[in-house]
């Protein structure tokens, strides 16, 4: 039985996973697919540093045309990240006919349709399952185990910094800025977070999602994102107040006329609904389909073996394919023409907080602009503060759309009643309009 040959790209935190999983279950693998599976090559930045696996220093190359140029190499497994440089490393990895499985989420949510193309020109596979959630096998779910039924819409927690941020200060009523450092000191949290706590890394996961989910060429531009820097304690408190938990999520929706839109904005769920006790690190996508209904897959959504798994379970995947002589087959271009909802297309429940002049009329003033939009009311708080002459309002509407919303807003920033507009966010109930 000839053995599989591996060279790889990177070996931080994932790349020491996949060499872990790979050396310590070789029999397991064998068994899968029915030949050893062999690294012959590791690409890295420095040969002498210490890792957190044992390497023999042969095995390791600072080239990487040792690997994209060795014939004998059959897979290329790409964990370094990066986007445009790693980007050449794949297309001629690819144009060298290996296979080619990646973790990389910036690379793949925005040049997925080209590397897709160029597998399939060459007969390659291209898998990236670990790009989304981590362990969870979200991405096989969706175009293998759901591949049957239409997907109508999905929202998921796939940010883990973001999650346990928003978890710990839901639960210990802590300060954003106070809890990000303790994320970075547990190493939860990069040193310069911005693409988690802005929603850009959730935004190109859900680039991903909604490509496969929807059948559907998604660009990353064509989602919406809100991060969580502006939430307070007080934002969560309220939330809590009117029976809701916080959490940054990915939403992904198509109606009967196959128009979608994706987001990625902190929204209020009910304290009920499974996605609300995803606490701390973990992710999970919740996926609605019209004929399996509700469905939920939850793990953790990073992290060395974890993500290694996913890693090794698509090499699995190239290899059993390899075997069978049916690689390059498994892309399936989109069937749907890319038809984005408009945002009187777009309905949801929203949570509102303001601060006000307590005088007469000034309730009055704030209904009548909801009126004049037919959007009513389905919880409303109302407390002085402890400034004279100023109270808080806190209400939930009904479904409303998103341009009549906006146009609320816009009126409600006008109103000489209004001192301030402290936030708005999402709130979901979870079905599937």
Same mark, same amino acid.
């Given at each position: 039985?000839?053995?599989?040959s591996i060279g790889m790209l990177g070996l931080g935190t994932v790349g020491s996973g996949v060499v872990t999983i790979i050396e310590n279950h070789q029999d397991k693998l064998m068994h899968q697919v029915g030949c050893p599976i062999k690294i012959k090559k590791i690409l890295v930045n420095n040969i002498n540093k210490p890792r957190a696996v044992e390497i023999p220093q042969e095995l390791l190359t600072t080239n990487a045309n040792e690997i994209l140029e060795d014939p &004998?190499? +059959?897979?290329?497994?790409? @964990?370094? *990240?990066?986007?445009?440089?790693? =980007?050449?490393?794949? $297309?001629?990895? #690819?144009?060298?006919?290996?296979?080619?499985?990646?973790?990389?989420?910036?690379?793949?949510?925005?040049?997925?349709?080209?590397?897709?193309?160029?597998?399939?020109?060459?007969?390659?596979?291209?898998?990236?399952?670990?790009?989304?959630?981590?362990?969870?096998?979200?991405?096989?779910?969706?175009?293998?185990?759901?591949?049957?039924?239409?997907?109508?819409?999905?929202?998921?927690?796939?940010?883990?910094?973001?999650?346990?941020?928003?978890?710990?200060?839901?639960?210990?009523?802590?300060?954003?800025?106070?809890?990000?450092?303790?994320?970075?000191?547990?190493?939860?949290? &990069?040193? +310069?977070?911005?693409?988690? @706590?802005? *929603?850009?890394?959730?935004?190109? =996961?859900?680039?991903? $999602?909604?490509? #496969?989910?929807?059948?559907?060429?998604?660009?990353?531009?064509?989602?919406?994102?809100?991060?969580?820097?502006?939430?307070?304690?007080?934002?969560?408190?309220?939330?809590?107040?009117?029976?809701?938990?916080?959490?940054?999520?990915?939403?992904?929706?198509?109606?009967?006329?196959?128009?979608?839109?994706?987001?990625?904005?902190?929204?209020?769920?009910?304290?009920?609904?499974?996605?609300?006790?995803?606490?701390?690190?973990?992710?999970?996508?919740?996926?609605?389909?019209?004929?399996?209904?509700?469905?939920?897959?939850?793990?953790?959504?990073?992290?060395?073996?974890?993500?290694?798994?996913?890693?090794?379970?698509?090499?699995? *995947?190239?290899?059993?394919?390899?075997?069978?002589?049916?690689?390059?087959?498994?892309?399936?271009?989109?069937?749907?023409?890319?038809?984005?909802?408009?945002?009187?297309?777009?309905?949801?429940?929203?949570?509102?907080?303001?601060?006000?002049?307590?005088?007469?009329?000034?309730?009055?003033?704030?209904?009548?602009?909801?009126?004049?939009?037919?959007?009513?009311?389905?919880?409303?708080?109302?407390?002085?503060?402890?400034?004279?002459?100023?109270?808080?309002?806190?209400?939930?509407?009904?479904?409303?759309?998103?341009?009549?919303?906006?146009?609320?807003?816009?009126?409600?920033?006008?109103?000489?009643?209004?001192?301030?507009?402290?936030?708005?966010?999402?709130?979901?109930?979870?079905?599937?309009?």
């Amino acid at each position: 039985m000839k053995a599989i040959s591996i060279g790889m790209l990177g070996l931080g935190t994932v790349g020491s996973g996949v060499v872990t999983i790979i050396e310590n279950h070789q029999d397991k693998l064998m068994h899968q697919v029915g030949c050893p599976i062999k690294i012959k090559k590791i690409l890295v930045n420095n040969i002498n540093k210490p890792r957190a696996v044992e390497i023999p220093q042969e095995l390791l190359t600072t080239n990487a045309n040792e690997i994209l140029e060795d014939p &004998e190499i +059959d897979v290329v497994i790409e @964990v370094m *990240g990066g986007v445009d440089h790693t =980007k050449g490393y794949l $297309l001629k990895a #690819l144009q060298q006919k290996k296979h080619v499985v990646t973790a990389n989420k910036d690379l793949m949510a925005v040049y997925g349709t080209e590397l897709h193309t160029v597998a399939a020109e060459n007969g390659c596979d291209l898998f990236y399952e670990a790009s989304v959630a981590g362990g969870i096998p979200i991405l096989r779910s969706l175009v293998d185990g759901l591949a049957s039924d239409r997907i109508l819409k999905m929202m998921g927690i796939v940010n883990g910094t973001t999650n346990f941020i928003l978890t710990k200060m839901t639960k210990q009523g802590a300060a954003y800025a106070e809890v990000l450092k303790e994320a970075q000191e547990l190493g939860f949290a &990069e040193a +310069d977070p911005t693409s988690d @706590v802005g *929603g850009l890394d959730a935004a190109r =996961k859900m680039t991903i $999602l909604a490509t #496969l989910g929807f059948s559907m060429k998604v660009d990353l531009d064509d989602v919406k994102v809100q991060g969580i820097t502006q939430i307070t304690e007080d934002d969560l408190k309220y939330a809590k107040q009117l029976g809701y938990t916080m959490k940054l999520l990915g939403i992904a929706s198509r109606d009967e006329d196959d128009k979608v839109e994706v987001s990625v904005q902190p929204t209020l769920l009910p304290e009920n609904h499974p996605l609300a006790s995803v606490n701390d690190e973990y992710n999970a996508v919740y996926v609605f389909g019209d004929a399996v209904g509700e469905t939920m897959f939850y793990g953790p959504g990073a992290g060395s073996l974890p993500t290694a798994t996913s890693v090794v379970s698509d090499l699995v *995947g190239v290899i059993k394919n390899m075997r069978l002589g049916v690689n390059g087959r498994s892309a399936v271009t989109p069937q749907y023409p890319k038809k984005l909802k408009s945002a009187d297309e777009i309905f949801s429940k929203y949570f509102l907080r303001l601060h006000v002049y307590d005088e007469v009329g000034t309730f009055a003033d704030i209904t009548g602009i909801f009126s004049k939009h037919k959007v009513s009311f389905e919880k409303i708080l109302q407390m002085p503060l402890k400034r004279k002459e100023t109270a808080e309002i806190v209400l939930v509407t009904h479904h409303a759309s998103l341009k009549d919303y906006e146009e609320i807003l816009n009126e409600l920033k006008d109103l000489p009643a209004v001192k301030e507009i402290k936030c708005s966010y999402r709130v979901e109930r979870g079905e599937r309009g």
